[in-house]
């Protein structure tokens, strides 16, 4: 049942971003966190619910399909757990009840659209983890002050980003890149103990040791593809070898060919009248027949190789606001 696999706290807990946003707020410095999460997992982390904007909804709150009427956190987390699906409990309804999670074809929360614009007066952008190609919110990041620096912690360069003199573009691992702006803040001891103290040792240790897999994963993979690229390479080189063999022998077949003398020039008296046509091999000069005795023209061949570019996508997609 995916209720379950995607249930707050069944199976996923804050990784060292999250618990980054939650110190932000903290510290008074988070203006607003927008988030396509449905996990929760800021919230978990101590980011203030009224700090966060859930533009896809979340399993925070639930309601009756019918009747709208909401329904108790406690016992949907027990129908979850148990597989079935529970039933409105006002009287006449018996509705069905859902998360208030934004489905395919839904309409997004009102206060997500009402919000947008608590992004323009952020003094500094934060965009973790995400492909920017869900829209509307794939938009906020431009919302932002020209004058706003706007920072993507990502595996890849999305959206806008780069098209403006203050984008800073930290690629990589998300938490690897995060550390990075730790330690520049100087919290970098902080947060590790924050996040370590909120998920405990062996899930910090079992996340670390899976960033450090995907690591070596990636690396496998881009050495792989360069094995795959130097292959195609040496292949089409050796096949450009071989076509261009029997061309320079042909051409320096041709060379001699175009090396004998012209043909003489018979007597005037000999020349054949107006109108018929000239003997071949006697009347007209070998050179003529290339144009210019140099042989038919040569052409190299040439391998091209194009590479693809894997589009990994992380499991967090969050644009945040960041102010003084």
Same mark, same amino acid.
């Given at each position: 049942?995916?209720?379950?696999?995607?249930?707050?706290?069944?199976?996923?807990?804050?990784?060292?971003?999250?618990?980054?946003?939650?110190?932000?707020?903290?510290?008074?410095?988070?203006?607003?966190?927008?988030?396509?999460?449905?996990?929760?997992?800021?919230?978990?982390?101590?980011?203030?619910?009224?700090?966060?904007?859930?533009?896809?909804?979340?399993?925070?709150?639930?309601?009756?399909?019918?009747?709208?009427?909401?329904?108790?956190?406690?016992?949907?987390?027990?129908?979850?757990?148990?597989?079935?699906?529970?039933?409105?409990?006002?009287?006449?309804?018996?509705?069905?009840?859902?998360?208030?999670?934004?489905?395919?074809?839904?309409?997004?929360?009102?206060?997500?659209?009402?919000?947008?614009?608590?992004?323009?007066?952020?003094?500094?952008?934060?965009?973790?983890?995400?492909?920017?190609?869900?829209?509307?919110?794939?938009?906020?990041?431009?919302?932002?002050?020209?004058?706003?620096?706007?920072?993507?912690?990502?595996?890849?360069?999305?959206?806008?980003?780069?098209?403006?003199?203050?984008?800073?573009?930290?690629?990589?691992?998300?938490?690897?890149?995060?550390?990075? +702006?730790? @330690?520049?803040? &100087?919290?970098?001891?902080?947060? !590790? *103990? =924050?996040?370590?103290?909120? $998920?405990?040792?062996?899930? /910090?240790?079992?996340?670390?040791?899976?960033?450090?897999?995907?690591?070596?994963?990636?690396?496998?993979?881009?050495?792989?593809?360069?094995?795959?690229?130097?292959?195609?390479?040496?292949?089409?080189?050796?096949?450009?070898?071989?076509?261009?063999?029997?061309?320079?022998?042909?051409?320096?077949?041709?060379?001699?060919?175009?090396?004998?003398?012209?043909?003489?020039?018979?007597?005037?008296?000999?020349?054949?009248?107006?109108?018929?046509?000239?003997?071949?091999?006697?009347?007209?000069?070998?050179?003529?027949?290339?144009?210019?005795?140099?042989?038919?023209? +040569?052409? @190299?061949?040439? &391998?091209?190789?194009?590479?693809? !570019? *894997? =589009?990994?996508?992380?499991? $967090?997609?969050?644009?945040? /606001?960041?102010?003084?």
């Amino acid at each position: 049942m995916l209720a379950r696999e995607l249930y707050p706290g069944a199976r996923y807990r804050p990784t060292v971003s999250h618990v980054f946003l939650a110190l932000l707020a903290r510290k008074g410095l988070l203006h607003m966190l927008f988030t396509q999460n449905i996990d929760c997992l800021e919230r978990a982390a101590g980011v203030p619910p009224e700090r966060i904007i859930e533009a896809h909804g979340s399993f925070a709150t639930q309601r009756c399909i019918d009747c709208k009427a909401p329904f108790d956190g406690g016992k949907m987390k027990e129908f979850v757990a148990r597989g079935e699906v529970p039933r409105c409990e006002e009287e006449g309804c018996g509705g069905l009840v859902k998360p208030d999670i934004v489905f395919f074809g839904e309409a997004l929360p009102r206060d997500f659209f009402d919000q947008m614009e608590r992004v323009r007066e952020a003094d500094v952008v934060l965009v973790m983890g995400t492909s920017l190609q869900v829209h509307p919110f794939a938009g906020l990041p431009d919302i932002a002050d020209k004058a706003a620096p706007r920072v993507l912690f990502n595996r890849e360069e999305v959206g806008s980003f780069g098209t403006r003199a203050d984008d800073v573009m930290v690629l990589g691992d998300c938490d690897a890149g995060v550390r990075k +702006l730790a @330690d520049a803040l &100087g919290w970098r001891q902080e947060l !590790e *103990e =924050a996040w370590r103290e909120l $998920v405990g040792e062996d899930e /910090a240790e079992r996340q670390l040791q899976g960033a450090t897999k995907r690591v070596a994963e990636a690396q496998d993979e881009v050495g792989k593809l360069a094995e795959e690229v130097e292959e195609v390479l040496h292949i089409d080189d050796g096949e450009g070898k071989q076509r261009e063999a029997p061309k320079e022998q042909d051409a320096e077949v041709d060379g001699h060919r175009d090396q004998s003398p012209p043909a003489v020039p018979r007597p005037a008296e000999e020349v054949k009248g107006e109108g018929e046509p000239p003997t071949p091999e006697t009347d007209v000069p070998a050179q003529s027949r290339f144009g210019d005795g140099a042989g038919p023209p +040569l052409t @190299d061949g040439k &391998g091209e190789v194009e590479q693809g !570019e *894997e =589009a990994n996508k992380d499991e $967090v997609l969050k644009a945040g /606001a960041v102010s003084q």
